[in-house]
Every structure is written in C-alpha cells, then in structure tokens.
C-alpha cells in the first residue's frame, strides 16, 4: 500500500505540522482510500504476457469477440490490463485490428471503450483499487486467434481510480504509466456462444472479469 506523496510527507515530518497537514486537503487520504496504484511508473520495457485471452462479448453467440492482455508491474501486485472490443470505440463499426490508437472520446469511458487499459492496484489484497486510464496511446502490432502471437505498447497512459461500481472516484487517486510492450500467446476461452450483459470492459463465457485473471 502507497501513501501519497504529501501525506508521506506530513509522516516523514512527524505530522505536528498539523497546520500544514491537518489542513492540507492534499495530506489526507482520497475518497477511495490510500492509493494503492504509484503515482508514477517508469516505462517497465517488454514484459511477458500475464494473460491472453481471446473471448466471445457476451450477447453476440461469438459474432463480436473482445481481447484481455495482461502483465504485472514488476516488483508488485499490480496489474495492467489491455482490453480491446469488437464494434466499441475505436473499432466502432468493424473488428479489433492492428495499428495506433490514441485514448480518447468513446475510448476514454469505461462503458463505450474499444481501446480499454486498466489496472489493479495491490491486486488479491483488501486494499485492491481499480483504475481506468483517460488518456495516452495503444500501438497493437501483433494480434492472433487461439495459439498466435499477440504484442502491444501502452505509452503516457493517465489513469483514474474506479469505484465498485466503475464510475470515476471524484477526488480519486491518479497514476501515471510512461510505457510497458506486452507480449504472449492467445489462449481463446469461451468460444461456445455468448451470454447475458455486454458493454466495454465486461467479460463473460468462462472469460474473467477481473483484471489479470
């Protein structure tokens, strides 16, 4: 768990300052809880595919399919998940393709994304936050059905913190990922029909749900 740099701050000055922290709004903990996501992650280089998931969208019977890629930050138990859903966003109107996507507009909303990065801070702890990224840029290079290669580069991603509900926590924590590539084989699951529900971000049809799962 991470505390935020002004309340790390008050900590370090032993938290007397209470003029200074007490009443700093910035010194005490967001309306989520204590950030559990860093505030900064430096570009984490080529990293090994956590999952690769290839799914039906739920509702289609396997007509519209959606991809969940996943890898874990090093060091921690935080996850960075790349989703990309057929007819949503920036594929709104066709299938899931390669190229340069940049996050924003329908891509920027967890219920109308196409092009969806999120992220689970201090993943299978009770202290797990979600987060959405708002802004930045996906360059799929590499995209395969069930045992092909998948690959693609997450750059300057900006996230919000999710609540249970994945409506954005007002005053909420942020972080900011400079880069991560992300690499694996596609495992397809689910591939029988589709189920109930639908909408960007979702999952169904022995697809998790939950980031890096």
Request: with cysteine.
């Amino acid at each position: 768990m991470r505390l935020t740099v002004s309340a790390l701050a008050c900590v370090l000055l032993g938290g007397s300052l209470a003029t200074g922290c007490a009443d700093d709004p910035d010194s005490q903990p967001p309306p989520g809880g204590t950030c559990t996501l860093a505030e900064s992650i430096t570009d984490l280089g080529d990293q090994g595919a956590l999952k690769a998931n290839y799914c039906n969208v739920p509702g289609s019977m396997g007509q519209r399919k959606y991809y969940r890629l996943s890898a874990t930050v090093p060091g921690t138990t935080d996850v960075v998940e790349l989703d990309l859903w057929d007819n949503l966003g920036a594929f709104k109107g066709g299938v899931v393709r390669t190229g340069t996507f940049t996050i924003s507009g329908e891509d920027a909303a967890f219920e109308t994304c196409g092009v969806c990065v999120r992220a689970l801070g201090d993943k299978g702890t009770a202290e797990q936050q979600e987060y959405f990224a708002v802004s930045g840029t996906v360059t799929v290079t590499q995209l395969g059905t069930n045992g092909q290669p998948i690959s693609a580069t997450i750059s300057n991603a900006q996230f919000v913190q999710l609540d249970g509900n994945r409506k954005v926590v007002a005053g909420g924590c942020e972080a900011q990922l400079a880069g991560v590539k992300v690499s694996g084989t596609v495992v397809a699951l689910g591939m029988g029909g589709g189920g109930g529900g639908g909408g960007g971000g979702g999952g169904g049809n022995n697809c998790p749900t939950v980031i890096g799962d």
